[in-house]
């Protein structure tokens, strides 16, 4: 095969190169992707070596060497930078391969028709020489392309760093981030119970057309989401999130990107306001802003929780457990003895006997409102506490608590009769 070849290889030279301007042309024309990304005079010189190399490649293997297969490596690679699809870069070859096949038949054909019997056996082995040279091709363009997707993702690291951080150029992150210089913008933390739960490559929950824009960062200390709000309103981002059934907090809708690392601050204060027994769910900073406010300062909230609740939380453990319990469900039900006895399943008077033993033992009247404000900070730093766990569960499901006056017969927010 290597002497007819040698035979034929002037006027086959000549073939080629009408051969690859064939195909450039067939290319450009019905491939846009490829007409898009490259101009004519470099597609048709990458096509015109690549039928040498599968010349070249077909007398290799003839002579029972192997394919030399790094031409074909660095068109794949060349490929995948220019962003060219695959599935063009395979069609080329396909068709590059038939145009070649005939290519020989015609130079045999011109210097010496009885030699095409000898050029026969041929064909399976340049079909071979083609489908490895396409392979080799291929995947030097799917390691390219995951190294780019490697880089890539790095840099919109970086870039969401430099915004939720607040370090670096922060107009210059926002709009390589297609971020609008001004808007409505909100950030998401979530809990650590969320490891390894999102299957996005980036992580964190999908956003459909109806729902915020979310960029995703994970990071050792956490995973952390950019809305991009548009117009969405703040509670939608509880929907988005609801899949991934795990406690997240929601920062406040902020007008600029340069804001965006004051509101991670923000949303992380958020979920830390939450109690670690609350249930999955998104924890929006405006709706905890007291339990917020506690868990800004961990060192005060220590004090305030020894302070006033100190001798409560001397008490054998299942005392103090049911102290607290029932003043949490005291509180979130407006002060009504009657919606509380509902909710922890007790008589009324027990709610109030309890709640009178908390104030003897506080020395703070439920009362008097400057007192319920410090019982409930430091009921919110008990639960936030190191000692919470075992200690103050959330309040018990329950019928809900109508919004305005409470009811009749529960109007006293005091156990203490009226003097």
């Not at 999908?206 to 979310?214: I, K, N, Q, T, V």
């Not at 001397?314 to 103090?320: G, I, K, Q, S, V």
């Amino acid at each position: 095969m290597d002497r007819i070849i040698e035979e034929i290889r002037e006027d086959l030279g000549r073939r080629i190169a009408v051969a690859a301007d064939l195909l450039t042309d067939r290319t450009l024309t019905g491939d846009p992707a490829c007409a898009a990304l490259t101009g004519r005079a470099e597609l048709r010189e990458r096509i015109h070596r690549t039928l040498h190399q599968a010349v070249d490649g077909l007398v290799r293997s003839s002579r029972g060497l192997p394919v030399e297969l790094s031409g074909a490596r660095a068109t794949g690679t060349l490929s995948a930078g220019q962003g060219l699809p695959l599935d063009s870069l395979r069609r080329t070859y396909r068709y590059g391969g038939r145009l070649l096949w005939q290519s020989l038949i015609e130079a045999v054909t011109a210097h010496d028709r009885a030699a095409l019997p000898r050029l026969l056996p041929a064909a399976g082995t340049l079909w071979d020489v083609l489908d490895q040279m396409t392979e080799a091709a291929s995947e030097a363009y799917r390691l390219a392309e995951a190294g780019r997707g490697a880089r890539e993702r790095e840099r919109r690291a970086a870039l969401l760093d430099a915004l939720l951080d607040g370090s670096g150029p922060v107009a210059e992150a926002a709009a390589r981030l297609g971020l609008p210089e001004r808007g409505r913008f909100a950030v998401v933390v979530l809990g650590p119970d969320c490891a390894g739960g999102p299957a996005r490559p980036d992580g964190g929950p999908e956003a459909g057309p109806d729902s915020p824009r979310l960029l995703w960062r994970i990071r050792a200390d956490g995973e952390t989401g950019l809305a991009d709000l548009g117009h969405h309103p703040l509670e939608s981002l509880r929907r988005l999130l609801a899949p991934l059934a795990v406690r997240a907090g929601v920062s406040p809708v902020v007008g600029t990107p340069a804001e965006l690392a004051g509101a991670r601050r923000l949303a992380a204060l958020a979920l830390r306001a939450e109690q670690p027994s609350a249930a999955p769910g998104a924890a929006l900073l405006d709706e905890r802003l007291p339990a917020a406010l506690v868990a800004a300062d961990p060192e005060l909230a220590a004090r305030l929780r020894q302070v006033v609740l100190g001798p409560v939380l001397e008490l054998p453990t299942e005392d103090a457990r049911v102290l607290l319990t029932t003043l949490g469900t005291w509180l979130a039900c407006q002060g009504s003895t009657t919606y509380a006895a509902q909710r922890l399943y007790c008589h009324r008077n027990t709610v109030s006997n309890r709640l009178r033993r908390l104030e003897r033992l506080t020395g703070r009247a439920l009362s008097d409102p400057a007192h319920v404000v410090e019982l409930a900070l430091a009921h919110a730093a008990a639960a936030q506490g190191p000692s919470a766990a075992g200690t103050t569960p959330a309040a018990p499901p329950g019928p809900a608590v109508p919004a305005g006056p409470t009811p009749a017969g529960t109007a006293r927010r005091s156990p203490r009769p009226p003097g």
